[in-house]
Every structure is written in C-alpha cells, then in structure tokens.
C-alpha cells in the first residue's frame, strides 16, 4: 500500500533469515478494521501515546496471520509458547507486536504489550522500504524479525480458524473485567453483555461472552446481516441501530434487563459515536469495554456526570491484543470450533490480486472477516 486507496502487488528478493529470525510462508491473513481505515487514509495510530505516528507508506499490510515456518535463521531456532524449539514445517500465529523489552511498560509488570513505548508492529509501523521488506501478511512470504513472538497452531485446528486469534485475543477486555469487584463494576457468570458493532470483533467478543458465562447477549448493529450472525453466537436481543433511536435502544435493553442496563457492553463498532451510547446502555455500577476506537476518529461529546460519575460506571479502555491471550484464544478456538460457528465468521477468501476489492467488499454488511491467501487456496 503505496498510500490511502494505492495497493499494487510487487516483488521482492526472497529473504535469508538472520540469526533469530524466521521466514514464514503465509497461509492467510485477515483483513482488519484497522486495515480498512488506513485504506481510507484514517491512519494515525495509537494517538495520544509516545508511539504516535501516521502509517509509514509504503507497507505490506497484514497483521492477523497464520503461516507455515519455511526458513530458520542459524542459530538457536525460535520457539513456541512452551518454550519449545520450532521448525521448518511448523504451523504458527505469531504476534503482530514487537516490543523493545527495556522501556518502563515492558520492563514493568501487568502491561498490554502495546503500550512499549518502542513498539514495532506488523502490517502497519514497518515499511516495505526497510529490507528485508516483507513485513506484513499480504505476501507469499513474511520475515518474521527477532524477537517476534511464535504461537503453535494446534493440530486439529484448521487455519483459517488459526486466523482469527489475533481478533480473539483482543477481547482480553472481558478477561480483565473478570477481575474487577470495586464499585459493582465487572463480569460475573450469569451477567448481561451487550456488544456494540458486530463485525468480526464483536463476534469474536460474543463468543468469548458465551464462554465465560454470560447468562444474556445483546447485539447492536446497524446492518441485518450482521445481527443474525450475532444470534448464531448466542445473541437473542438484536437491535437495529438502522431502524431505532439510541433512545429506543436503551429503552429496550432496560425493559429486558428489569430495568437497569446490561452490566457489561463492549463497543467494537470502530467509530467513536457509538461510545455515549455503550456508557448509557450500561447499568448503574456496570462496565464498559471501549474495544474498536483503534484509529483516531475524532471526539465525541460526553457528559462525565451524566455519562460515567452518577452511574458509576467502570470504563475499560483496550487497545489491543496482549500477548497472553494468544495460546488461550488458539486453544479456544480449537476446542470450540463445533460448538460455535466461528468459521461463519470468515465470509470471503480473495488473492493478493482481489485485496483492493476485497478492501471495498469488506466494508460492506455482506462481508465478515476477509481473509487473503497469498499462496492461493491450499489443498485441505
Ligand atoms: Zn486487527
Ligand atoms: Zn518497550
């Protein structure tokens, strides 16, 4: 991606990995929001931190990845999620963040591994200009630099399931607010959650809702087809934002809820308007999940008396995935892939050739998660 609506497909020397490296031979790679915003041009990233920064063009985009380890750089090889050494052959998802393991966030305990104040990632902070260039996953081959995190795909999961754990492991919200008690705050077996934007992500925050034991799911969106994706996820009150007021809206989710308001909503709509309605849309004492405001898009008015103070509510701000939900989410989806329609999830497979329409297509209620195949369709 040369800049905002400018894709090409080019060549590249194949690369030798260096010592501690490795080069993967990619078998998909997902197509993002974060990806369609810098398609758009809407490409300052993490905005407000030290790692501020416009998207450095060109690049190689592609952060959600699954591949196939064709090379290892001399060397001890790298490694797995237990610690053991991987090899040519081996299927893995490895992490799309690579951190500097000396600033005060990587250095200290309990950080998200996106707020290294140093932090490098796939797909979208390093150029294609830099050789080895291949540093993103819409590519027949990705370099996977030292450093980089590795997580073994199990046997039985398919990959482009595999594809998935990135966007799974972004609901570490959830996890999170297992933890909180303070204030009424958090996230019990049993409790309502209510999931605003349902693309991929908010699927994937329906799923792990399910999971960890929601006794009710809530689905908002503004598009039909992607409500009855919700239901197949568990969701039994789908709102049409398209077709309702967000006063409508919380009227609604009040009157199934004994009048009080989910205890949990996780906004992944990706736009920052929907974020006073996932605020109102909470019980007194509730939690919200602000999980899809990846991408700068401006502010929004609220009113903190009405809005958090009063109903003391809990927000959670997520800006990621971390690093640990990578081997849980793999085993999450490998467990469950019967049990929840994860693949419905993933409603289209294009070719290098096709990610400039596919961009399009993604936008759009038709379409779900968008995977590339880099190497075509490989035989199952
Ligand atoms: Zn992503
Ligand atoms: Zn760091």
Same mark, same amino acid.
């Given at each position: 991606?040369?800049?905002?609506? /400018?894709?090409?497909?080019? &060549? ?12 993967? &031979? ?56 237990? #610690?053991?050494? @991987? ?27 996106? @707020?290294?104040? $140093? ?29 980089? /995190? ?18 799974? %492991? ?7 607010? &297992? ?5 009424? #705050? ?20 329906? %799923? ?5 034991? $929601? ?6 969106? @503004? ?7 919700? /239901? ?23 009157? $199934? ?41 401006? %502010? ?5 008396? /009405? ?27 490998? &467990? ?28 759009? #209620? ?9 190497? #075509?369709?490989?035989?199952?």
């Amino acid at each position: 991606m040369h800049g905002p609506g /400018r894709l090409t497909v080019e &060549r590249f020397p194949a690369p030798e990995p260096e010592p501690g490296a490795a080069v993967l &031979r990619m078998l998909y790679s997902g197509i993002c929001g974060t990806d369609k915003h810098t398609w758009r041009g809407e490409s300052l990233q993490y905005a407000g931190t030290d790692h501020e920064r416009p998207v450095p063009y060109p690049i190689i985009c592609g952060h959600e990845n699954v591949g196939m380890i064709e090379a290892i750089g001399e060397g001890p090889p790298p490694v797995d999620e237990l #610690g053991r050494p @991987l090899a040519v052959g081996d299927r893995v998802v490895p992490a799309p963040n690579l951190t500097c393991g000396r600033c005060r966030f990587c250095l200290g305990e309990g950080y998200p591994y996106y @707020l290294c104040t $140093a932090l490098d990632d796939y797909g979208n902070s390093l150029s294609s200009a830099r050789p080895p260039h291949l540093f993103g996953g819409w590519s027949q081959h990705m370099y996977l630099l030292p450093g980089t /995190r590795l997580f073994r795909v199990p046997d039985g999961l398919p990959s482009q399931l595999a594809a998935l754990t990135e966007v799974l %492991a972004v609901t570490h919200g959830l996890d999170a607010a &297992r933890s909180i008690t303070a204030l009424g #705050g958090g996230f019990r077996a049993g409790d309502t959650v209510a999931v605003i934007g349902i693309g991929p992500l908010g699927l994937m925050h329906l %799923a792990k809702a399910e999971l960890l034991g $929601a006794g009710r799911l809530i689905a908002v969106d @503004l598009m039909g087809e992607r409500l009855g994706q919700a /239901r197949g996820f568990g969701a039994d009150l789908l709102l049409d934002a398209s077709a309702t007021s967000q006063a409508e809206r919380v009227a609604q989710v009040r009157a $199934a809820t004994g009048g009080l308001g989910a205890d949990v909503v996780v906004d992944c709509s990706g736009v920052a308007d929907t974020f006073p309605e996932a605020l109102e849309l909470a019980r007194p004492g509730g939690t919200v999940i602000e999980a899809g405001a990846f991408v700068d898009m401006g %502010a929004v008015p609220i009113n903190p008396n /009405r809005h958090i103070c009063t109903p003391g509510l809990t927000v959670l701000g997520v800006g990621g995935e971390t690093l640990e939900q990578y081997a849980p989410s793999l085993a999450l989806l490998d &467990r469950h892939q019967q049990r929840l329609p994860f693949a419905r999830a993933i409603t289209h497979l294009v070719s290098l050739d096709e990610v400039a329409s596919a961009l399009e297509l993604a936008q759009t #209620g038709s379409a779900m998660k968008v995977l590339v195949a880099p190497n #075509g369709e490989p035989p199952s």
